[in-house]
């Protein structure tokens, strides 16, 4: 037995799926059924989505963290999560990896968001050398978690690249970490293309998560995977009224 294959004795097994430039509607559709309905563990990687989109988290307010007013004017759709965490907007520049796994299935990892969200910057590591997210004082990724009875999920967003005017559709957040100092998205956030080419930031990730897990490649129709009419999803995309509306709040 080499070392390599010592090392994944006793390791949990992972299903990895891969997709490219889906529409985030349907991978978060398809995360929701996942962390809900199966007894495995998941690693889903989309490189990329097919239009630019808002995603915002469960308890997210339009009003409060939208420009309302441009963001109907050209028509971007926007989406309320099952998960919590703040609000972004993604596109085809957006590498999204998430995980999820029952309770036990990394060993000294609780099901709350501080433990999970502490082993994933240790799996991070391993793939950015101790960035953590963060590229000098400026960030290029966000994380979002929901935990169940028995099992958890955490899923990253990644700014390998992004369009300066698409942030524009955000409003400062009016609770934001100290860390920011009160900078625009623009000012805050960098592109990862700049310090990482696109598939080996991949490459790294699966290889990483090959510490804790062994990993088992899976080909899983994205299209047929949701259909389950017993299966009612709590992410959704807000409609056209329900944009109006909030943005009519605000004029008040």
């Not at 510490?211 to 992410?235: C, G, K």
Request: glycine letters at 6%; a positive charge; aromatic letters at 10%.
């Amino acid at each position: 037995m080499t070392l390599g294959q010592s090392r994944k004795v006793g390791l949990p097994l992972m299903n990895l799926v891969r997709y490219k430039g889906i529409p985030i509607l349907q991978q978060l559709h398809l995360e929701e059924k996942l962390l809900r309905t199966s007894s495995d563990n998941w690693c889903i990687i989309n490189d990329g989505t097919n239009a630019a989109t808002i995603v915002m988290g469960m308890s997210g307010k339009p009003s409060e963290l939208l420009e309302l007013g441009h963001v109907l004017q050209d028509q971007i759709p926007v989406i309320r999560r099952f998960t919590g965490g703040g609000t972004v907007i993604v596109d085809h520049g957006t590498i999204f990896i998430s995980l999820i796994c029952n309770k036990d299935a990394v060993p000294g990892v609780l099901p709350y968001p501080r433990s999970i969200m502490s082993w994933s910057s240790l799996l991070y590591n391993e793939v950015f050398q101790g960035i953590d997210y963060v590229f000098g004082n400026h960030k290029f990724g966000g994380n979002a978690q929901s935990i169940t009875k028995n099992r958890w999920i955490h899923h990253t967003s990644f700014l390998w690249d992004y369009e300066a005017k698409n942030m524009a559709y955000l409003k400062l957040p009016s609770r934001a970490p100290e860390y920011r100092l009160a900078r625009s998205h623009t000012g805050f956030v960098c592109r990862m293309k700049d310090y990482m080419p696109r598939t080996v930031f991949i490459a790294k990730t699966v290889k990483a998560i090959e510490n804790y897990f062994t990993v088992e490649p899976l080909n899983l129709d994205i299209d047929a995977a949701p259909r389950d009419t017993e299966f009612l999803h709590s992410t959704s995309l807000l409609t056209k009224q329900e944009l109006e509306v909030a943005r009519a709040s605000t004029h008040k």
